[in-house]
């Protein structure tokens, strides 16, 4: 099944990029700016050709994508990973396991934790979301070279390796 094409924004070349009122702050926030805004305009595209076509949730989808990526997870792991709240993903796993898209498992060495894992068709759905993901990438990054999509590759796990174990400074109280 391929996703449906996104709309194409016209690309601007960085030269071309209009002025904004970051170029005059400290690099370092121009930076965490731009990056935030990348993680909350994914979303559209995600949602709109990734998720929905598969009849997903956004937050259903991520969870996927997580079990399906990183194995068995519990909710508070979910939470932690995705930057969700935890009662959205307790919702979001009450809907997947009401679409048999997910099961329970015993975790041997903590009876407390409860894990999920991708069921047989839980596997079968993203399996299936791999190509709307691919497709999804390539009109994201149609003007990316190898060099520049192996490049933000590095750039982009660099630095989720540092924010994974992120924990905020003490307060100056």
Same mark, same amino acid.
């Given at each position: ?95 997947? %396991? ?8 015993? =975790?041997?060495?903590?009876? $407390? +934790?409860?894990?999920? @894992? *991708?069921? #047989? ?16 990438? %390539? ?8 060099? =520049?999509?192996?490049?933000? $590759? +590095?750039?982009?796990? @660099? *630095?989720? #390796? ?12």
């Amino acid at each position: 099944m391929r996703a449906p094409s996104l709309p194409r924004p016209s690309v601007k070349s960085p030269v071309d990029l209009p002025r904004n009122t970051m170029d005059d702050v400290d690099p370092d926030a121009a930076l965490l700016v731009d990056v935030l805004k990348l993680a909350t305009f994914v979303g559209a595209p995600l949602r709109g050709g990734v998720a929905e076509p598969l009849g997903l949730a956004p937050t259903d989808l991520r969870i996927i994508l997580a079990l399906g990526g990183d194995g068995e997870l519990a909710g508070h792991e979910l939470s932690d990973l995705m930057g969700v709240p935890p009662m959205n993903v307790s919702r979001a796993l009450v809907s997947l %396991r009401a679409k048999d898209l997910i099961e329970p498992v015993e =975790d041997p060495h903590n009876r $407390r +934790r409860k894990p999920f @894992r *991708l069921s #047989a068709q839980g596997q079968a759905m993203f399996a299936r979301s791999v190509p709307a993901m691919a497709e999804m990438g %390539r009109q994201l990054f149609a003007d990316f070279g190898a060099r =520049d999509r192996a490049a933000f $590759r +590095r750039a982009a796990a @660099r *630095l989720l #390796a540092r924010m994974t174990p992120w924990e905020a400074p003490p307060s100056a109280d």
